[in-house]
């Protein structure tokens, strides 16, 4: 009975352990659900607090973006005045680098030679055309008339080959013009060549022209002849210049 009795009491004292223990535990369990509940709580608040930020934030965001545009927009704008004033600088400095350059008072040169000879061809062009319209031509229709001043023989010893010389020339100057569109890379060699030719056609002229002027003063002696020439010298075009003066132009172009 003693033993049945100590077994008993044993049972009964584990039992009672079990049962705190488990007291013990529901505690712990309770207490961490309060734990649990309080946090959940806490995160609820935590969630309503950030959703109602949300709803603020598209605004603000907005706002935010709009400035950062902004002063994006001014840090561009100030980039780029920046880049082209260091662009503006450095091809400034390009600029004057190139035209204190050899090369460049050299090409300087050149076109000041290129630009003197246009204009000196042009303009004596000019004076052979103002010599053939002015007076060669208007001479031959006269000497073809019933009654002329002068014969054919004597017009073509006063011009002799001015005519030749104004056409050679016309071409040359068209040449030089359309080279000069292609500028600065312009190559004239070739013009040049075929002015050799007219080195024996000038030959000619300054061989004849002392004879020319003797022709020409007597034809002068003739009084309808004179007649004819001071009406032609005396067109605006001419500006005052006599027959003689127009013919010496091809002397002054040899010399």
């Given at each position: ?174 040449g030089l013009t359309a080279r000069m569109e292609s500028w600065p890379t312009l190559v004239l ?67």
């Amino acid at each position: 009975m003693m033993l049945q009795k100590e077994e008993l009491e044993q049972k009964h004292l584990h039992l009672v352990q079990i049962v705190e223990s488990e007291k013990t535990a529901k505690w712990q369990y309770t207490q961490q659900c309060e734990e649990l509940t309080m946090e959940i709580k806490k995160l609820r608040s935590e969630l309503n607090t950030l959703k109602r930020n949300w709803r603020l934030t598209p605004n603000l965001s907005l706002s935010e973006d709009d400035d950062n545009t902004e002063d994006l927009r001014k840090i561009k704008k100030v980039q780029s005045f920046f880049r082209g004033w260091l662009c503006r600088r450095r091809w400034k400095q390009i600029v004057n680098e190139y035209i204190n350059s050899p090369h460049a008072e050299n090409m300087r040169k050149r076109n000041s030679l290129v630009f003197r000879m246009v204009e000196a061809e042009e303009e004596y062009v000019e004076q052979l055309q103002l010599l053939v319209s002015g007076f060669l031509r208007p001479l031959k229709m006269a000497a073809s008339s019933q009654k002329p001043p002068c014969t054919h023989d004597e017009v073509n010893s006063i011009f002799l080959n001015s005519e030749t010389i104004m056409f050679l020339h016309q071409i040359f100057i068209k040449g030089l013009t359309a080279r000069m569109e292609s500028w600065p890379t312009l190559v004239l060699g070739d013009l040049f060549d075929m002015l050799l030719p007219m080195l024996v056609i000038y030959q000619e002229y300054v061989r004849n022209h002392h004879f020319s002027l003797q022709v020409l003063a007597e034809c002068k002696q003739k009084e309808k002849f004179a007649q004819l020439l001071r009406r032609l010298e005396e067109k605006p075009a001419l500006q005052g210049r006599t027959l003689e003066t127009f013919l010496t132009y091809p002397m002054h172009q040899v010399s």
